[in-house]
């Protein structure tokens, strides 16, 4: 009883604090339709740019969206902060979920709450949320079976798919369908071995001391295969750290500073990424939707693009006139 009136406590709070930081110069008080609340890890480069686009989205219907748990000094587990939207009485959440009893769970209660939830990034199977907003696991599987294929050479080659903790076996079973379906359909599946390793416990330090002690390893696998943001940039780092650029083909997940980086100086000859900003304004306009309606689509898919040497400059290109054109409509 003590823990949940005290996570109420400081969901309110929070909400408070975060909405006043947005208050206009001159006094006036900001009026919102409906507060929604964005639960992730705030370290990540990827749902930093799904919050903001997110953001966006709801000053344009009159919504606030906020990042729960960016101005905490504490660590919150992502379960945790959830139950501090759910306790704040949000109007809606947009989660990176996974596909965890645990996460379930916590979707029941916002459901029993009233409180509609959006997930983003990975999908919770069997949960009561109204929508999920994100990529097909098995479209997925199929670009990385369409990179993995054109690196077939006469000998056989083991790939290593490091997946993530968080995840249960649904989704990244999917992955592994479309990998394998790709490969055979390309008449190559006589050219590689495939093995998984789940690696750290979902937070980077773990995850870079894991990657660091497979790249120590007496055995390396010819091709990487990692399903997400941090398994990439721990892969990234570690490749350089340990000497064994050109040693290893890594494939990645997202992009960020140190994967572009890597990229660009041919460390790793690509990564799969999505639109984050579409994945931002689609999770407020699903909330905005079901709030209205009381009906919501259950799937929005969003594209996936690959991102290699070839294409990684024209990417930073449109990257940096976004960030100006936004900073300038900031300033005006």
């Known amino acids: 009883m003590g823990g949940l009136l005290l996570l109420t406590v400081v969901g309110l709070v929070l909400f408070e604090l975060q909405l006043q930081r947005l208050a206009a110069p001159a006094g006036d008080r900001f009026d919102y339709a409906r507060r929604y609340a964005f639960v992730g890890d705030k370290s990540s480069a990827f749902l930093q740019e799904v919050c903001s686009a997110a953001a966006e989205e709801g000053r344009l219907s009159g919504d606030y969206v906020g990042f729960i748990g960016e101005d ?3 660590n919150y587990t992502e379960l945790q902060l959830f139950d501090i939207a759910v306790a704040a009485k949000a109007d809606g959440i947009i989660v990176n979920a996974d596909d965890s009893d645990a996460m379930r769970e916590a979707i029941g209660r916002a459901e029993k709450a009233g409180i509609p939830v959006v997930c983003i990034g990975t999908d919770s199977y069997g949960s009561l949320r109204q929508s999920y907003v994100g990529i097909s696991y098995y479209t997925l599987g199929q670009e990385y ?12 080659q083991n790939v290593l798919i490091l997946t993530s903790p968080n995840e249960k076996s649904r989704g990244q079973n999917l992955v592994f369908s479309g990998i394998r379906d790709y490969i055979a359909k390309a008449g190559r599946a006589g050219r590689f071995t495939f093995e998984t390793l789940s690696v750290g416990n ?8 894991s990657i660091t002690d497979l790249f120590g390893g007496s055995s390396l696998p010819e091709i990487i295969v990692c399903l997400d943001e941090t398994n990439t940039t721990c892969a990234c ?9 050109g040693d290893v083909t890594i494939l990645g997940y997202y992009v960020n500073d140190t994967i572009c980086n890597a990229i660009e100086k041919q460390i790793i000859p690509a990564t799969l990424t999505v639109n984050a900003e579409e994945i931002g304004r689609s999770a407020v306009r699903c909330l905005d939707e079901y709030l209205s309606t009381g009906f919501v689509t ?10 290699g040497a070839d294409s990684i400059g024209d990417y930073l290109s449109q990257r940096a006139a976004a960030e100006e054109s936004a900073g300038k409509e900031v300033s005006e």
């Open 145 to 156: 079976g369409k990179a993995i294929a054109a690196l077939a050479s006469d000998e056989v």
């Open 298 to 307: 259950e799937y929005v898919s969003i594209d996936i693009r690959t991102l």
């Open 202 to 209: 979902g937070a980077m330090f773990s995850a870079a001391e």
């Open 72 to 74: 905490l000094d504490m």
């Open 237 to 245: 780092q570690a490749i350089v750290d340990t000497n064994h650029v």
